[in-house]
Nanobody
């Protein structure tokens, strides 16, 4: 069992940056692949990025590749999403997720644990 709490969302102008954080409870954090998803109004939730349990491998949706960076600090039970060059299409509720499966499958296999989400709004 793991509880996830996101933070760091907010309002930013196009071209700006934000860094999201996700704090996880439990002593088994290092056994989970971690990821970020987002859901814009009227759209389905979509995969954004994932990082392996060992922090050695990352995966990104094509729409954020080169702009977003996922990382984790296992000693702090925290996963991050650095978002640069934001545009209005990035506006969404961003969710942190933990999966017992490999990070490379997170885009197609729904993770088991989810946070409540943090809102990111990018103005033009």
């Amino acid at each position: 069992q793991v509880t996830l709490v996101e933070s760091g969302g907010g309002l930013v102008q196009a071209g700006g940056s934000l860094k999201l954080s996700c704090a996880a409870s439990g002593r088994t954090f290092i056994t989970y692949a971690m990821g970020w998803f987002r859901q814009a109004p009227g759209k389905e939730r979509e995969f954004v990025a994932a990082v392996s349990a060992s922090n050695s491998t990352t995966y990104y949706a094509d729409s954020v590749k080169g702009r977003f960076t996922i990382s984790r600090a296992n000693a702090k039970n925290t996963v991050y999403l650095q978002m640069n060059s934001l545009n209005p299409e990035d506006t969404a509720l961003y969710y942190c997720a933990a999966s017992t499966y490999r990070a490379q499958t997170m885009s197609t296999s729904p993770p088991r644990y989810w946070g409540q989400g943090t809102q990111v709004t990018v103005s033009s």
